[in-house]
C-alpha cells in the first residue's frame, strides 16, 4: 500500500482528490503529534507532577499551582504571539520552536526531581512547568494554521485523533506497568519518564520542520496594527463569540477529573498504588475515543460538540449523585470507571473545538481567532478556582453536579454553531 493508498484509508477520501505532498504532511502531523501528546501525557500535571513534588515533599501550595500554571499559561500569551504568528510566512517555524522549548523545559524538570528535594525542587519544578506551559501556546496559536495550510477540510479531524489514540497507546503501557508492580513508582524511575517525554518534544520539533507549507501572504491591509484590531473579531463575529461561550461551558471536561478523585473511598490506599489505574482509565479512554471522535468531526464539530457535552452533562450527573448517595465511589476503582467515562467526554470536546475553530475561520484570521478563544479561555480556567473553594465548604459531589448543568447549556449553545464543515 503506498502513502497516498494509506491516507486515502485514513481519512476516507478519494484518492484522486490528494494534493500532492498531503499524504507525506499527513505523515509528519501524524509523527509529530504522536510524539507531542505522548510527552503531554507523561508529564501531566493532574498526576505525575502532582505525585511527584508530594514525593519530593515540596509545599502543598507548589502542588496546588500545578495546574493553574500549566493551563493559563498555555492559553493567556496566545493573544499577545498571534500577530507574531500572522507576520510568518510559515507556521511550522512558530511550533517546531515551542515544541523545542518544552523538551528544554521536561529536561529541567527531569533534572530538578533527580537532584533537588523540598520546596526548592518543587519551585524549579513550577518554574520549568511554566516556560514549558508558555512554549506550548506558540505551538499551540500556530498549530491550526499549520494543519489547515497543509490538510485539506474534512479530512484534519482523523489526523489529530489518531495521533492522540496512537500516542495513548503507549502511554496505556506505562500506567499498566505501575498498576502491575512491575515498574517502581518512585522519584527517580518517573524522572527518567518525563526525561523521555523531554527527548519526545525535541523529536518532534525536528519532524516537524520538514512539513512542506506553503509560503503566506502576510500582508493585511485590513489590520492597523493596534490592539483593537487584533480583538475586533469576538467583538463583530457572532459566531465566534458564540464557539467561545460553548467551550467555556464544556471546559467543566477539563476540570472534573480532580473532584472525581476526591469522591474516591480509597482513603486506606497509598496514593502510589492509585496512579497506575488513573493513568491507565485515562488513556484507555483517549485510545478507544479520539479516532472516532476526530472521523466524527470532520464530518460536523458543531454535532461532536452538542453530543460529547451531553455526554458529559450525563456523566457528571450519575457520578456526582452516586457520590451524594454512598459518599464515595467504591475506592481506585469506581474512581478510575468515572474517570474513564469523563475523559471519552473530555476527547470528543477536545477534537470538536479544535476542529470546528481550524474550519470555521480565513486563512489570515485563524492565528488570531485561536488566540482571542485561547486567552479567554485561559482567563476562565483562572476563574475557576471557584469551584475548589466549592468542594471545600460542600464536598465534591455537589461540584461535579453543577458541571453537569455547565456541561448540558455548553452543549445547547453549540446548536447555534454553523456547519463549518459544510462550506
Given at each position: ?15 484522486d482528490t490528494i494534493r ?123 498549530y491550526k494554521d499549520a ?188 474512581a478510575a470507571a468515572a ?85
Amino acid at each position: 500500500m503506498t502513502m497516498k493508498d494509506a491516507f486515502s484509508t485514513l481519512t476516507g477520501a478519494d484518492r484522486d482528490t490528494i494534493r500532492p505532498g498531503e499524504a507525506r504532511n499527513g505523515v509528519v502531523h501524524v509523527v509529530s503529534l504522536t510524539l507531542t501528546k505522548t510527552a503531554d501525557a507523561l508529564i501531566d500535571p493532574k498526576l505525575v507532577l502532582s505525585w511527584l513534588l508530594t514525593a519530593l515533599s515540596a509545599p502543598g501550595a507548589m502542588v496546588g499551582l500545578l495546574v493553574p500554571v500549566r493551563e493559563a499559561g498555555a492559553l493567556l500569551p496566545q493573544l499577545a504571539l498571534a500577530r507574531l504568528v500572522e507576520a510568518s510566512p510559515r507556521r511550522k517555524r512558530f511550533w517546531a520552536a515551542g515544541s523545542a522549548v518544552q523538551g528544554i523545559a521536561a529536561l529541567g524538570i527531569a533534572a530538578a526531581a533527580l537532584l533537588l528535594s523540598g520546596a526548592v525542587a518543587g519551585g524549579v519544578i513550577v518554574a520549568c512547568l511554566a516556560v514549558l506551559a508558555v512554549a506550548r501556546s506558540a505551538s499551540s496559536v500556530s498549530y491550526k494554521d499549520a494543519l489547515a495550510r497543509t490538510i485539506t477540510k474534512r479530512r484534519r479531524g482523523a489526523i489529530t485523533g489518531l495521533a492522540a489514540s496512537v500516542a495513548s497507546v503507549s502511554v496505556f503501557g506505562v500506567g499498566a506497568l505501575m498498576a502491575s508492580g512491575l515498574f517502581a513508582v518512585a522519584v527517580a524511575p518517573l524522572a527518567v519518564i518525563i526525561a523521555v517525554a523531554g527527548a519526545a518534544f525535541l523529536l518532534a520539533s525536528a519532524i516537524f520542520l520538514t512539513l512542506r507549507e506553503p509560503e503566506s501572504d502576510t500582508d493585511d491591509k485590513d489590520d492597523d496594527g493596534s490592539f483593537a484590531a487584533l480583538v475586533q473579531p469576538i467583538l463583530t463575529d457572532r459566531q465566534l463569540r458564540v464557539f467561545v461561550a460553548s467551550r467555556a461551558a464544556l471546559a467543566v471536561t477539563a476540570l472534573a477529573p480532580p473532584f472525581i478523585v476526591m469522591l474516591s473511598a480509597a482513603s486506606g490506599r497509598n496514593a502510589l498504588d492509585q496512579l497506575g489505574p488513573l493513568v491507565m482509565a485515562s488513556t484507555a479512554a483517549s485510545v478507544l475515543a479520539s479516532y472516532v471522535w476526530g472521523r466524527l468531526s470532520d464530518r460536523s464539530s458543531r454535532q461532536t460538540l452538542m453530543a460529547a457535552g451531553a455526554l458529559g452533562a450525563a456523566v457528571f450527573a450519575v457520578v456526582g449523585a452516586v457520590g451524594m448517595a454512598f459518599g464515595g465511589l467504591g475506592g481506585a476503582l469506581g474512581a478510575a470507571a468515572a474517570i474513564f467515562a469523563a475523559q471519552i467526554a473530555y476527547e470528543g470536546v477536545r477534537a470538536g473545538r479544535k476542529l470546528h475553530l481550524t474550519d470555521m475561520a480565513e486563512d489570515a484570521f485563524r492565528a488570531r481567532y485561536t488566540a482571542l478563544s485561547n486567552t479567554l479561555i485561559g482567563a476562565a480556567l483562572l476563574a475557576s478556582g471557584i469551584f475548589g473553594l466549592a468542594a471545600d465548604r460542600f464536598g465534591p459531589a455537589p461540584v461535579l453536579m453543577s458541571f453537569a448543568l455547565i456541561a448540558a447549556l455548553g452543549a445547547f449553545l453549540a446548536r447555534g454553531l454553523d456547519e463549518v464543515q459544510q462550506t
